[in-house]
Nanobody, 122 residues
Framework: QVQVVESGGGLVQAGSSLKLSCSAS????????VGWFRQTPGKERELVAA????????YYVDSVKGRFTFSRDNAKNTVYLRMSNLKPEDTAVYYC???????????????WGQGTQVTVSS
């Protein structure tokens, strides 16, 4: 069982930046796929960004391209999502998820964190 913990959410003004962290147990986390999802009330959960553990390739949904960036610190078993130029429409609960195989840009992630709230005021 892999334990996933997110942190770094908060309340910021439009145009600001936040850096979300996703830490996980698991000896080989650096090789796992990691996805960041977000969800707002009444809407489907959306895959915002993902990184392949095997190739390092990344996926970003069009609405965040150029504003969100992945990075990894394998020594800390942590993946980061740097979010810049935040917009009110980025407001959501952000979830980190991980899986050991499959398509990193698919939704079928196995292990999920509890979520962290990001609120962007206009």
């Amino acid at each position: 069982q892999v334990q996933v913990v997110e942190s770094g959410g908060g309340l910021v003004q439009a145009g600001s930046s936040l850096k979300l962290s996703c830490s996980a147990s698991g000896r080989f986390f650096e090789y796992y796929h990691v996805g960041w999802f977000r969800q707002t009330p009444g809407k489907e959960r959306e895959l915002v960004a993902a990184i392949s553990g095997s190739t390092g390739l990344t996926y970003y949904v069009d609405s965040v391209k150029g504003r969100f960036t992945f990075s990894r610190d394998n020594a800390k078993n942590t993946v980061y999502l740097r979010m810049s130029n935040l917009k009110p429409e980025d407001t959501a609960v952000y979830y980190c998820a991980t899986k050991t195989s499959g398509d990193y840009a698919a939704y079928d992630y196995d292990y999920w964190g509890q979520g962290t709230q990001v609120t962007v005021s206009s």
